[in-house]
């Protein structure tokens, strides 16, 4: 056994005979058999403080390094993981488990909690979160021990959950918060990125800064335009600045910056880590010549204090002297597109976070005048308090003034560890006020024992079927005789269904370089004599600076003068790209000009995934002594008559 707590013992035979006890048959057995991660099971892995707190948020998530997945062998299907009793069965699948999963993703702040949560789950005592990459969720729980943005971290009056699930869903929640007056959270996009006349927060991110990196691939270029697309969001990757060293040379410019980051999920076994660099972040943008992996940066993501100020520790920002004059890395003029984004949705989301924030929040309403009610239980600042021997029915009616824009799953609610009341029930309408039942775990064995976690997280699921399909009110109803002892609801938090795709598996270990073309040519490079012969033209001088092979991919071929023009043999085409490796242009030239110039613009790929954009030009000159002249690339050489 890993688990250093020695009332462990003690409150594994408890919650093992209370197992007996339960008439499930799923459970029948140890919970170790159902929930192999469980806390106190053979294969947990202890490692990282349980509550982290005080500090900057940088602080917050050194304290929780060391933390790693549990039962890493768990691959469905895989005959080695015997304790696994569905292998084929996705929802029992345990890649990411152990300590980060209750911790992480469930928001379990002590041990038995997390114990407590295994229960439950293995006895079908609610519907949790699945087992998934938990990049995003790292975040999610460092913000909210850090109390920033929000006192919650990204809980807010629009977004009433601390835990954000994917990469894609916290971009958007910068993007909303940023449209928002008085919002505190602002979103950087990779081309708002820029190193003259730096702006921290706004042009520039600073340490604690929030980084997306996503898979990107480049397509054809046009004209002087060069198109990437993103890949979808399940090659995303959260992360997160720690430190930053801003390098200026002696006359003051910035030519690169370097940071140290921080993130979840990452490295073999998948872990809570801090140990990687890079040497500068506006190169690893899609503008840039480096890669991490086979992704790029996205954009940045700002926390702000209550005056819209960026939130950082000035500290982790530091300023480097060079020596002599340095510049910024070469960047090519990029358009991106991201076939992902659904600006409908957004623009609902936003409509409704805006909406809502005008009118001061959701309402809530209480059907006994006895009962301080206000708000929503958000784990910090408000609580509803329930005395003990309660004569009268209460209900609880939380409105959201409008129909929510995304399916609602369900609610949670975590009363405090002194008492665990029963017997209450949940239901949820849409904007028409007609309720419908939601289901509430049956949780009355476990109120029988006087041992109890510090908070009793309780799962209430919505239909799944979508009886609502935009929910707008949620009653609580507690029965009279409900509160045997005096009850504390310490957090009610809304579980959203976005549609959003999980984050990346598996993660990128470092950056690398893309293939250098500063120094591309072609060969040959000036043909002669103007036979009206196609010329096979070979790219050379692109080199790797890892050493990596690279690839050559034909992307275009352009010429000075039009294709079928007077005095040039009014042969067509030009130029032909065979199998988009090989370069074909023909010898020839219009007699009445000042030579013909091609340039051929290519992709060049190493084996990492990293990919540049270079250009070579040919030409053909008027005669042997004359140099040809580029009058500009207007006509595109592989044009068909």
């Known amino acids: 056994m890993k688990i250093q707590y020695d009332p462990f013992c003690y409150w594994r035979m408890i919650w093992l005979l209370l197992l007996l ?142 835990q954000v699930y994917c990469a894609a869903d916290l971009v958007y929640w910068y993007i909303h918060e940023s449209l928002l007056e008085n919002g505190r959270g602002r979103w950087i996009s990779w081309d708002d990125i820029s190193y003259e006349d730096i702006e921290l927060g706004i042009n520039l991110p600073v340490p604690g800064a929030y980084v997306p990196i996503r898979g990107l691939q480049l397509v054809h270029p046009v004209s002087d335009w060069y198109d990437c697309e993103w890949l979808d969001w399940e090659t995303g990757h959260s992360l997160m600045v720690n430190e930053m060293w801003i390098h200026t040379d002696i006359l003051g410019s910035v030519c690169r910056v370097e940071v140290t980051l921080q993130e979840g999920n990452s490295g073999t076994p998948p872990r809570v880590r801090h140990d990687r660099t890079w040497g500068d972040i506006l190169d690893l943008t899609p503008g840039g010549a480096s890669w991490i992996g086979d992704r790029k940066i996205y954009g940045f993501g700002i926390d702000l204090d209550g005056n819209g100020n960026p939130i950082y520790d000035p500290a982790r920002l530091h300023w480097v002297s060079e020596s002599g004059i340095c510049s910024p890395p070469g960047h090519r003029t990029v358009t991106t597109i991201d076939p992902q984004w659904d600006e409908q949705q957004f623009q609902k989301m936003a409509t409704y976070a805006s909406l809502i924030r005008s009118e001061g929040g959701p309402k809530v309403q209480c059907s006994s005048g006895s009962l301080k009610i206000d708000g929503i239980p958000d784990g910090a600042n408000t609580e509803w308090h329930f005395p003990a021997g309660l004569t009268e029915e209460v209900e609880i009616i939380i409105d959201l003034l409008y129909g929510y824009p995304v399916p609602i799953r369900g609610i949670e609610i975590r009363w405090d560890g002194g008492s665990l009341p029963l017997g209450y029930s949940v239901e949820f309408a849409g904007a028409d006020g007609e309720y419908h039942e939601a289901v509430v775990p049956d949780l009355s064995l476990l109120g029988q024992f006087q041992f109890h976690p510090k908070e009793y997280p309780v799962s209430c699921t919505f239909d799944p079927g979508g009886a609502v399909d935009a929910v707008r009110f949620v009653k609580v109803i507690f029965p009279e005789g409900t509160f045997a002892a005096d009850a504390v609801l310490k957090e009610l938090r809304f579980r ?146």
């Open 496 to 641: 959203y269904d976005t549609g959003s795709p999980e984050d990346a598996q598996e993660h990128p270990e470092g950056t690398h370089l893309g293939p250098d073309c500063a120094n591309a040519y072609a060969e040959p490079m000036y043909l002669w004599s103007p036979n009206h012969k196609f010329q096979k033209i070979q790219i050379k001088g692109v080199t790797d600076p890892e050493g990596s092979p690279v690839n050559i991919k034909i992307a275009s071929i352009t010429q000075d003068e039009p294709v079928s023009g007077l005095g040039d043999g009014d042969k067509v085409p030009d130029g032909i790209i065979e199998n988009e490796t090989t370069a074909w242009v023909r010898a020839e030239r219009s007699g009445d000009g000042n030579g013909r110039v091609y340039e051929i613009k290519f992709i060049a790929s190493d084996a990492e995934g990293g990919s540049s954009i270079g250009s070579v030009n040919v030409m053909v000159q008027l005669n042997k002594e004359q140099q040809s002249l580029d009058d500009g690339q207007y006509y595109d050489s592989t044009q068909q008559p």
């Open 21 to 162: 006890m339960i008439s499930v048959p799923a459970v029948a057995m140890a919970e170790c058999d159902y929930e192999p991660d469980a806390v106190d099971c053979p294969c947990f892995s202890e490692g990282g403080v349980w509550d982290p707190s005080g500090g900057y948020i940088q602080d917050v998530a050194d304290q929780t390094f060391g933390t790693v997945v549990s039962c890493t062998c768990c691959d469905p299907g895989d005959p080695s993981c015997d304790w696994d009793p569905w292998p084929l069965d996705p929802d029992k699948n345990f890649v990411n488990s152990g300590k980060p999963y209750y911790q992480m993703v469930l928001g379990c702040d002590e041990p038995f909690t997390a114990f407590s949560m295994a229960v439950a789950i293995a006895g079908g005592m609610g519907d949790f979160e699945g087992r998934t990459a938990w990049c995003t969720e790292t975040v999610s729980y460092w913000h909210k021990h850090a109390h920033i943005p929000y006192p919650e971290g990204y809980r807010t009056d629009w977004h009433q959950d601390w």
